[in-house]
């Protein structure tokens, strides 16, 4: 009697096909946004990487370094893929969700991904879209308020998400620059600075001496009556994060006898470096050490082929110093957003005060 026999590989074939079938199911046939799990993280940095809109400020590293409270919504294509994305840090603040930059970050903002674009109409097509599926997925806040840099993408999007997008002003110098071409925009009384640094013998110590910042930079808040914007400890956890990262540099200047007398710390991405926090001693104002830090880190950065971005140069009193150096101004942007009664409220105390502030 002849037996039939059953291809016994028959069932697991079919088995193994169902994930599969399964997860083709589910996999969405449009892009699609999420809050990004912590595992992720390293997908973000690369699109930070890869993205010509990304800044120092837009990496994990540098959020987890400097935002008590923070998450990261992105946008992946059909295959899953990050190509786009924005972080949302969050300020505590009683009874107003207020969504904004933390300390010591001038910049974020929407991020793309462009390298899979071709051509000027479908790059368009692609930041607006993605651009407001971003805007209309930040959920539940009182108040949004970010600035995005000179970097910024096309924000078109949020526009027509309802967000207001605001002109403001930096200062930069690009790559290109020679520092020939540097010293021939500078004002005299710039380079006359720079001349009588150079007849003191003054001189700069690089990447040491993250106490001597602090102290200099409390004792500038202190010279206005003010108190410091970040505190010790926030300082010296920023700059040994950017540090261990090659992404900082500090410079201090001192005299003959070691006195400090100014100080800067810059960071940078692959193309831009930023200054982000200085200090003077009050009581060597007639010693130009802020000029030659500043001008120290400018030949660093050209050497190192970035642009060099002044940032923070809206305020009147300060505009005047880095407009001297004869950097080109360049367009940055503010994107906000009142989602309740409180948050326009608290919208229009912060214009008024940004107000008084720029045009002392």
């Known amino acids: 009697m002849k037996v039939a026999i059953q291809p016994r590989c028959e069932a697991p074939r079919v088995a193994a096909r169902r994930p599969q079938a399964q997860a083709a199911q589910k996999r969405p046939k449009e892009n699609f946004c999420e809050v990004l799990q912590r595992e992720d993280y390293p997908e973000w940095d690369d699109l930070i990487d890869k993205s010509p809109h990304g800044t120092i400020f837009h990496y994990s590293w540098w959020l987890q ?72 997925s930040i959920k539940s806040f009182d108040c949004v308020r970010y600035v995005a840099g000179a970097s910024a993408p096309d924000l078109q999007g949020f526009l027509w998400a309802g967000y207001r997008v605001h002109l403001a002003y930096t200062f930069r110098f690009p790559s290109t620059h020679t520092l020939e071409q540097v010293t ?78 100014a100080a800067l710390l810059t960071v940078n991405d692959n193309r831009t470096t930023y200054q982000i926090v200085s200090g003077v001693n009050p009581d060597f104002r007639d010693i130009p050490g802020a ?52 948050g326009g409220l608290f919208q229009s105390l912060v214009d008024r005060r940004d107000s008084i502030a720029f045009n002392k």
């Open 291 to 342: 000029y030659l830090v500043l001008w120290n880190a400018l030949q660093d950065t050209l050497h190192a082929g970035r642009d060099f971005d002044f940032e923070g140069s809206s305020l009147r009193g300060v505009e005047c110093f880095y407009r001297r150096w004869g950097a080109m101004a360049v367009p940055i942007w503010r994107i906000e957003k009142s989602g309740s009664w409180r």
């Open 184 to 261: 021939a925009g500078m004002t005299r009384t710039h380079q006359q600075k720079l001349t009588k640094a150079s007849r003191l013998k003054l001189r700069v110590v690089r990447d040491d001496g993250i106490e001597d910042l602090i102290a200099l930079n409390r004792m500038t808040f202190e010279k206005q009556g003010l108190k410091p914007v970040c505190s010790p400890d926030f300082l010296r956890r920023l700059w040994n994060a950017a540090y261990s990262q090659e992404r900082a540099h500090l410079y201090i200047a001192k005299t003959t006898d070691d006195k400090p007398v």
């Open 65 to 136: 370094t400097t935002a008590t409270d923070f998450s990261i919504l992105v946008i992946r294509n059909e295959r899953g893929a990050i190509i786009a994305g924005m972080p949302i840090p969050r300020e505590r603040r009683p009874g107003l969700k207020f969504l904004c930059s933390p300390g010591l970050t001038p910049y974020l903002g929407p991020v793309f991904d462009l390298s899979s674009v071709d051509n000027t109409c479908d790059r368009l097509h692609f930041m607006r879209s993605n651009g407001e599926l971003l805007a209309r």
